[in-house]
């Protein structure tokens, strides 16, 4: 069956970076527009990156635009998220997400604090 795991959170200071992993398995995730999503305490969970099949390209938040870049490895069936120039409010559960069905994996922390 259709299975995401994230891996790669952690505690960082402001400034700093993380690379996360979602691990993808029972399909093809090139096949797939993936998605990454963020939620922090007391607040909805918000969209963070996108990235379509092979020739549509990505799209971001605007308020990770620059500094958050989604990728995929298809050889490996994972997707990407490289953070760089963490924020605190970056500090959230984020989540990948396959559209197609609404599959969700079960988040890694990303706590960015000094």
Same mark, same amino acid.
């Given at each position: 069956q259709v299975q995401l795991v994230e891996s790669g959170g952690g505690l960082v200071q402001p400034g700093g970076s993380l690379n996360l992993s979602c691990a993808a398995s029972g399909f093809s995730a090139s096949s797939y527009q993936m998605h990454w999503y963020r939620q922090a305490p007391g607040q909805e969970r918000e969209f963070v990156a996108g990235i379509g099949i +092979?020739? =549509?390209? @990505? !799209? &971001?938040?605007?308020? @990770? /635009? #620059? %500094?958050?870049?989604?990728? %995929?490895? !298809?050889? /490996?069936?994972? @997707?990407?998220?490289?953070?760089?120039?963490? /924020? +605190?409010?970056?500090?959230?559960? &984020?989540?990948? =997400? =396959? +559209?197609? #069905?609404? &599959?969700? #994996?079960?988040?890694?922390?990303v706590t960015v604090a000094s």
């Open positions: +092979p020739g =549509r390209g @990505v !799209n &971001y938040a605007d308020s @990770v /635009k #620059g %500094r958050l870049t989604i990728a %995929r490895d !298809n050889a /490996k069936n994972m @997707v990407y998220l490289e953070m760089n120039s963490l /924020k +605190p409010e970056d500090t959230a559960l &984020y989540y990948c =997400r =396959r +559209p197609a #069905g609404n &599959y969700w #994996g079960q988040g890694t922390q």
